[in-house]
């Protein structure tokens, strides 16, 4: 994006101009006053069929827009000029808004035919990457957010914000407020293209970057703000609820307004308050690590919301989005939405007709802003008529369908008859693309209209029947009738021909090789013809506009219609991607709602996660293949999980975490089963990455988010941990990773999944209930590693950092070292727990205490406190270096057994015998 320096130098008059202002020509004054007037944008001023600019803004739209850079000479100097085709300007004005620029459109607003003198202009539309509304601007099944943030005028602490947004291509105004942090999180979670920042709001650095718009203070003030909102809601009370809320979203209304040339915006018919805590929350961390919209990875579909994206209208896609973006946390919406994929599920017929309808739906949402601001063709129109064409079809779809949900969409489907039928009427099938055209309005709409197409077209017939006459009456074959805009209606003959010529032909051009005339008669019908055509095309014309201004007064009706078909469009989708995927229904307990016990797993309390072969949805469409694992949670409990890099840790800790969420947006879940909490937030440290530009290095952020995580979560929470503490030594990040396990565990109680490579935190499991130890299995032959990617109790005994790397094409040379490395340090461990279990044992005998076979390091220094010598102490351990005689024979059995032929009985009676050997 461009610098403020950058952009100041091309906004508003150039001072060059301005110098010699009052000899400046008419037109170029005009430029200059409107760049004066709109100082925050580029001014792009319509000269015939382009918008030009001039000096340094000229210079900017050349260089970003990659357009020759010429120049308009007059009496007052010669000036920088680049200009982008009026025809072609979606994408020009597209890389403007990617450097960074405001543009600011200039039209003519006059008929250059009928100006008396300099054609009138004014800037029309004021676009930036939050007001857009031009189709090739935007992408269809998302939506684009302008908004504003505000502070309370009431208090001047921290502690109440609102935040606003609205889609200004269609319609959609949503208003909350939070304290700071939590305003801030939904505001990083709608994740605006372009921000209208209040007076005194101090903004941290966001995880996107959207441009941000000064905009005039006094719109923020409480007065102000009350009387714009009060033209969208006539009770502002009603729709705010806090100071913060009514300076953001009556600022964010004005602006949209001075955007789209300060008049209101008519399609925006309902201003929606909501409260963040409604919905499950999602951070932008949490967003952003668990892949919903966007992936590290090039590969096509690798998000969460491309998997689930089978929506077949952009209303669908969209709303698809939101409901990714925000899932419920109301227990009985969440199953009014399963209820009614479910009811999809089993209804193939149904779910494809509804797909074949929708299908055929075109975007409401933004044909309706577009007739509400007089923007809307003929074409426009038709489409909004096949989609409500439609509406009866999808009733029909849904008639048989089992679920009080789709019932509900079904009944408030409105067929609206009057606006097909006024269309059906008014607008040909297919009509041009241009209203001013002619040929929009069908016959039989208007009397009016069908009589002055009568003349004309009887006009047209007697000239097309008056070149078989004159031929016949000259007796010259070759003489032709015909037309143009500039000479009008005209008879040609050839040069040799013209001493046939008739005394009534009066000349009207001559060519080379031909004259052309006209007759009297010709002329008093050529006039009739044009008089009719000419108050057809301004009759036409003024029909449409009130055909389109019928259409709009019903935009709230149309509104609602397109609500519908967009949640019936997302329930139809969920139940395509359930039944192609083998996803299951989840349940819920817990809360109000209640829940029953199980007693499958001994750690479960019947209050937590509990998934039945659960996968992960991104991966498993990718590969082709999973390997599901089972998920057991208990409220409050933590799972710490070891096991070799690449083995799926990660992998499994977010496929828990998607599961939740795929549940709670109303979606059936990829497992055998789920029973699952309601979860009011999922927190993730997952990865790392420094921010160089915000001088925060990796494991300062790491510990930014592991303390939000600790602050915020609460009982109801699913935390995901990953490698805490691994960006600093090894004994403090073991010792941060121990305190925050027993933090969260003993203060926070949130479902936790912790992965790690530090094996000493696996003791936690010992001291505390709630912490128990997973691992991912690998084996290991001939020195190649096979990860076997399933999940088992207790800790993993190895990383296979080496073999990892090995698989990875380290150097083989650097591979070798690094295994002589840690089979050194394996080695000298062994010699010192050995030493360890020596000096523990005499110490036992010292204390009269049972310390035989304990071999830690531990045990070793107990031996040295107890009064030995080093010396006494490893004497101790090679006398004791000879293995006891049953464990030889332990050992000989486990090397003879053939575990991967062996049945379950058979490893238990391998296990008895053994017990019975050391017994």
Not at 485 to 495: D, L
Request: some cysteine.
């Amino acid at each position: 994006m461009n610098s403020d320096a950058q952009r100041e130098a091309v906004y508003g008059a150039p001072p060059e101009m301005l110098e010699v202002r009052d000899d400046l020509t008419p037109m170029l004054s005009q430029y200059a006053d409107l760049c004066e007037t709109h100082d925050d944008a580029v001014v792009l001023f319509q000269v015939g069929d382009f918008y030009e600019a001039f000096c340094g803004a000229a210079k900017a739209v050349a260089r970003t827009c990659e357009v020759t850079l010429t120049k308009r000479e007059d009496s007052t100097g010669t000036w920088p000029m680049a200009g982008i085709p009026i025809d072609n300007a979606a994408g020009y004005l597209e890389r403007l808004l990617d450097a960074g620029y405001r543009v600011a459109l200039a039209e003519q607003v006059e008929d250059a035919s009928e100006a008396s003198g300099l054609v009138d202009r004014a800037v029309t539309q004021l676009i930036t990457p939050g007001t857009v509304v031009d189709e090739e601007l935007l992408e269809a099944g998302r939506a684009t957010y302008l908004g504003a943030v505000a502070k309370s005028s009431k208090n001047r602490s921290d502690d109440e914000y609102g935040i606003a947004v609205v889609d200004v291509s269609t319609g959609e105004c949503l208003v909350t407020g939070a304290d700071r942090a939590l305003a801030l999180e939904e505001l990083e979670r709608l994740a605006p293209a372009e921000l209208v920042v209040g007076p005194n709001c101090d903004l941290p650095s966001l995880s996107f970057d959207p441009m941000q718009t000064p905009f005039e203070p006094e719109a923020f003030e409480p007065g102000a703000a009350r009387e714009t909102l009060s033209q969208y809601a006539p009770r502002p009370e009603a729709v705010v609820d806090s100071d913060a809320e009514l300076r953001a979203v009556g600022a964010l209304l004005a602006y949209a307004e001075y955007a789209q040339g300060d008049s209101k915006l008519e399609y925006v018919t309902r201003v929606t308050r909501f409260d963040p805590r409604e919905f499950l929350q999602l951070d932008a961390t949490a967003i952003q690590s668990l892949e919903l919209f966007d992936s590290r990875s090039t590969r096509a579909g690798s998000t969460l919301f491309s998997v689930l994206d089978e929506t077949a209208c952009a209303l669908g896609r969209r709303r698809l989005e939101a409901w990714l973006r925000r899932p419920l946390v109301d227990r009985e919406a969440i199953e009014a939405r399963l209820d009614a994929v479910d009811a999809l599920c089993d209804d193939a017929l149904s779910r494809a007709d509804l797909r074949d309808h929708l299908s055929s739906v075109y975007d409401l949402e933004r044909l309706v802003a577009r007739v509400s601001r007089e923007r809307a063709n003929a074409r426009d129109l038709r489409s909004l008529k096949t989609t409500l064409d439609r509406v009866p079809e999808i009733r029909e779809s849904l008639a048989e369908t089992d679920s009080a949900l789709l019932s509900k969409l079904r009944d408030s489907l409105d067929e609206l008859e009057c606006v097909r039928d006024l269309v059906g009427r008014a607008i040909v099938t297919d009509p041009p693309q241009e209203i001013t055209e002619g040929g929009v309005i069908a016959d039989g709409f208007n009397a009016e209209l069908d009589d002055l197409r009568g003349t004309a077209e009887d006009g047209r017939e007697w000239v097309s029947n008056l070149e078989v006459q004159e031929r016949e009456r000259t007796g010259i074959d070759s003489l032709e009738v015909g037309y143009n805009q500039v000479h009008g209606y005209y008879i040609e003959v050839t040069n040799p021909n013209l001493d046939r010529v008739p005394d009534d032909y009066v000349r009207r051009q001559t060519l080379k090789n031909s004259e052309r005339f006209y007759t009297p008669e010709l002329k008093e019908r050529e006039d009739e013809i044009l008089r009719a055509a000419d108050r057809a095309d301004a009759l036409e014309y003024d029909l449409f506009c009130e055909v389109r201004a019928d259409v709009a007064t019903e935009s709230e009706r149309i509104q609602a219609v397109a609500d519908v078909l967009a949640d019936l469009d997302v329930l139809r989708t969920l139940a395509d991607v359930a039944v192609a995927n083998d996803y299951a229904r989840p349940e819920f307990h817990g809360g109000s709602a209640g829940g029953g016990e199980n007693t499958s797993n001994a750690k479960f309390d019947g209050e937590g996660i509990e998934i039945d072969a659960g996968r992960h949805p991104v991966v498993e469409r990718a590969q082709g293949e999973f390997v599901p694992n089972p998920a057991s949670i208990p409220q409050g409990g933590v799972a710490l999980i070891t096991g070799p890099n690449m083995s799926g840790k990660s992998t499994y800790m977010r496929q828990v975490a998607l599961v939740c969420i795929l549940a709670q947006m109303g979606s059936f879940v990829p497992a055998d089963a789920a029973r699952l909490p309601v979860v009011d937030r999922v927190f993730t440290r997952i990865g790392a990455s420094d921010d160089i530009a915000g001088g925060q290095s990796t494991f300062m952020r790491e510990m930014s988010e592991l303390t939000e995580i600790l602050h915020n979560a609460t009982d109801d929470s699913l935390v995901l941990l990953d490698e805490v503490g691994r960006g600093t030594s090894t004994a403090d990040g073991l010792a941060i990773a121990r305190a925050a396990t027993e933090f969260v565990h003993d203060e926070v109680g949130a479902m936790t999944l912790f992965a790690t490579h530090y094996h000493d935190l696996t003791d936690a499991a010992a001291d505390r209930d709630g912490v128990f130890n997973l691992h991912f299995t690998a084996t290991q032959r001939d020195g190649e590693v096979t990860f076997l990617h399933s999940v088992a109790d207790g800790p993993s005994s190895s990383s296979y950092g080496v073999e990892v790397a090995h698989l990875a094409g380290v150097p083989s040379t650097v591979v070798d070292r690094a295994r002589n490395l840690v089979e050194e340090d394996v080695s000298n461990e062994a010699e010192m727990n050995t030493v360890g279990a020596a000096a523990n044992g005499k110490a036992g005998a010292t204390d009269h205490t049972e310390t035989a076979g304990d071999g830690t390091l531990a045990a070793y220094v107990d031996g040295l406190e107890n009064g030995h010598s080093e010396g006494e102490t490893r004497d101790v351990a090679k006398s004791n270096a000879e293995p006891a005689p049953e464990l030889e024979v332990v050992a000989d059995r486990l090397r003879e057994a053939d575990l991967v032929d062996t049945t379950p009985l058979e490893a238990l009676n391998l296990l008895s015998e053994l017990k019975g050997h050391l017994e």
